[in-house]
């Protein structure tokens, strides 16, 4: 098992900045990648980004990209998300997902097998 603990989320302004912290414990040498995802009320939840484990190969949602940065942390088995220029619509809880799949980084939810409990952005106009 692996467990993923998120950090960093609450209140900012439009236009400001976030970062993201999520944690992983337990069997993290069965990772093969971690993605961020996120929820807004009455919303569906949508694919932000992912990161491969162990090269160099990151992922982007479209409304995020040139906005938001995933990065790693191998020792300390962390992934980041860094979220510039804010805007209102990225307000939704977001989650931290990880894949044992050795096929590469995924967009889709379900083929992530780890999910943070989530923490709350929230952008303010």
């Known amino acids: 098992q692996v467990q993923l603990v998120e950090s960093g989320g609450g209140l900012v302004q439009a236009g400001g900045s976030l970062r993201l912290s999520c944690a992983a414990s337990?069997?993290?040498?069965?990772?093969?990648?971690m993605g961020w995802f996120r929820q807004a009320p009455g919303k569906e939840r949508e694919f932000v980004g992912a990161?491969?484990?162990?090269?160099?190969?990151?992922m982007y949602a479209d409304s995020v990209k040139g906005r938001f940065t995933i990065s790693r942390d191998n020792a300390k088995n962390t992934m980041y998300l860094q979220m510039n220029f804010l805007k209102p619509e990225d307000t939704a809880v977001y989650y931290c997902?990880?894949?044992?799949?050795?096929?590469?980084?995924?967009?889709?939810?379900?083929?992530?097998?780890?999910w943070g409990q989530g923490t709350q952005v929230t952008v303010s106009s």
């Open positions: 990161i491969h484990w162990s090269v160099e190969n990151t």
């Open positions: 997902a990880a894949e044992k799949s050795p096929y590469g980084i995924t967009r889709r939810a379900s083929e992530y097998d780890y």
């Open positions: 337990g069997r993290t040498f069965s990772i093969n990648a």
